[in-house]
């Protein structure tokens, strides 16, 4: 397979052996199996935000000095933590060894599966990219998709070593990181069983998500959410959808369908027609790629594509910028609903439409404003990464998470 490519020097290929799909727990997720409650939360705050002198790490988690020491003592002995280099407090002058993971000491692919292409990435414990891959879908059906990602994740373990866990990312509707409920996108209308026949072929353990989510699992743990007990990601694109993190933890809803507001109401018409399901106003029919190419083929006059109407709004042509200003003030409908419900620390906007926010911020802002309220400073709203890298790093953070939580669905 000549899609394999990696893009940095591999430091320190020291996944055990048994990290590679041994049969108890132990063996697959190394010390992370021995650790919950407080060992837990010492390790997964060191892993998001190391390396953290022990007077940082005392504070983040309203532990005394001694009980961390009591804590991470086992850690250390473990070789699940390690001491970096000293550093002087800023009160005493004296040195502090700050706390670190090893973050090469296990490997992780997350894919991403398009309608006609699988991307993957290799990453660290702490989602740096190491390699990765792309690959054409030779079909969408559910074994022609299992055989092209098992196929795909074998080609990286080759070069990149044993794995601890793989994640896949699916524009559609996931339950338990284990079944496919719905991805359209795909032609599939399950429940349809990914992560089980896949862990079979690879015998690594598999966790699937939606790909919002993932994209949302690797802003909170380790980019612009790290350190927020609350953001939410808006995507834009085909489809309009949102993560939404509260209390440290990402919402799934009842069903599978927290975040889902792909199809809530913005307007009473959409100025480009009706949604793919016939709603007549819904932020897909205002946000997505076809309501606003339809919409702003109106004021242009004759067909535009997605790209060629951002472009000619960046370029400043007057019927381009007039139909993304009205975009942007149905997007500030929809983030003023958001920020309502959740009232998060930042709300962060991504996917192809991203572009968006940057071209029309000015109808943005003013549309915002004119639905503030008094009180706390408006909820910051910032653009975030879009690409189909950052989609597939999503996934491998998805499966870093179940390995550290021992929540992933047994391979
Ligand atoms: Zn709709």
Redesign the pocket.
């Known amino acids: 397979m000549t899609g394999v490519t990696s893009v940095s020097e591999e430091t320190d290929r020291c996944v055990s052996e048994e990290a590679a799909g041994g049969g108890s727990e132990e063996a697959a997720r190394g010390g992370w199996a021995r650790l919950d409650g407080s060992l837990l939360a010492v390790a997964v705050e060191v892993l998001r935000h190391g390396p953290l002198p022990r007077a940082e790490l005392s504070r983040r988690l309203g532990l005394s000095p001694g009980s961390l020491t009591r804590l991470t003592r086992p850690l250390l002995d473990d070789g699940l933590l390690v001491e970096g280099g000293a550093e002087l407090q800023r009160s005493t002058g004296r040195p502090s060894v700050p706390l670190d993971v090893r973050p090469t000491s296990a490997r992780f692919v997350g894919v991403t599966i398009t309608a006609d292409t699988l991307y993957a990435v290799v990453t660290d414990l702490r989602a740096e990219v190491r390699g990765h891959a792309a690959v054409a879908l030779p079909g969408r059906s559910p074994d022609e998709v299992v055989r092209a990602v098992a196929g795909v994740v074998d080609d990286l373990s080759r070069v990149h070593g044993p794995l601890a866990g793989v994640g896949v990312g699916i524009g559609g509707l996931v339950t338990e990181h284990r079944d496919v409920v719905v991805a359209p996108f795909l032609g599939w209308e399950g429940p349809v069983p990914l992560a089980a026949p896949l862990g079979e072929a690879i015998g690594v353990p598999v966790s699937v998500d939606n790909d919002v989510r993932a994209l949302t699992a690797a802003e909170h743990w380790f980019g612009q959410g790290r350190g927020l007990h609350s953001f939410a990601l808006v995507t834009i694109g085909a489809d309009v959808g949102c993560g939404l993190v509260v209390h440290d933890r990402q919402v799934c809803g009842a069903r599978g369908l927290g975040g889902a507001i792909?199809?809530q109401p913005l307007l009473a018409v959409a100025p480009g027609g009706?949604?793919?399901?016939g709603?007549p106003g819904?932020?897909?029919?205002v946000l997505g790629t076809g309501g606003l190419t339809a919409a702003a083929a109106a004021y242009l006059g004759s067909p535009v594509t997605h790209a060629e109407l951002l472009d000619r709004a960046a370029a400043g042509a007057a019927g381009a910028r007039t139909g993304l200003d009205d975009a942007a003030r149905g997007l500030a409908l929809l983030v003023t609903g958001v920020t309502a419900l959740a009232d998060p620390e930042l709300v962060l906007i991504s996917g192809e439409g991203a572009r968006l926010l940057e071209l029309a911020r000015a109808a943005f802002d003013a549309e915002s404003a004119r639905h503030g309220r008094p009180g706390p400073a408006p909820v910051p709203v910032r653009g975030a990464p879009i690409g189909v890298v950052d989609r597939a790093r999503g996934a491998a953070v998805v499966a870093v998470q179940d390995h550290v939580r021992g929540d992933a669905p047994v391979a």
């Open positions: 792909g199809h009706p949604c793919d399901l709603h819904c932020a897909q029919a």
